[in-house]
């Protein structure tokens, strides 16, 4: 599926897999997996590894930039900062 700015805000993001490109926490950099839950303000990502919780990820959205694998767009998540179903609503 083609994800542009406009649609990335109507779009579900759980189960997109994704990298983080940037980071305030330069740990989390490169990181990549299956996004498995969002909240208003953080995103859980899976890496492809285990079904363990070692291989989960809370990452805060207003401290990251990721890359949609299928399409290759960084999306910077401080845009989307909100509920997800408010952000669905809205857009």
Do not use: W, Y
């Not at 989390?28 to 990502?45: L, S, Y």
């Not at 207003?62 to 949609?68: E, K, L, V």
């Amino acid at each position: 599926m083609l994800l542009n700015k406009p649609r990335i805000m109507k779009h579900e993001l759980i189960g997109l897999c994704v990298i983080v490109a940037e980071s305030k926490n330069k740990n989390q950099i490169g990181f990549e997996g299956t996004i498995i839950d969002e909240t208003k303000n953080t995103i859980t990502i899976k890496t492809n590894q285990s079904n363990d919780d070692q291989f989960k990820k809370k990452l805060i959205k207003n401290q990251i930039t990721i890359i949609i694998k299928n399409s290759n767009k960084k999306i910077e998540m401080k845009k989307l900062i909100m509920r997800p179903e408010d952000r669905i609503k809205k857009a």
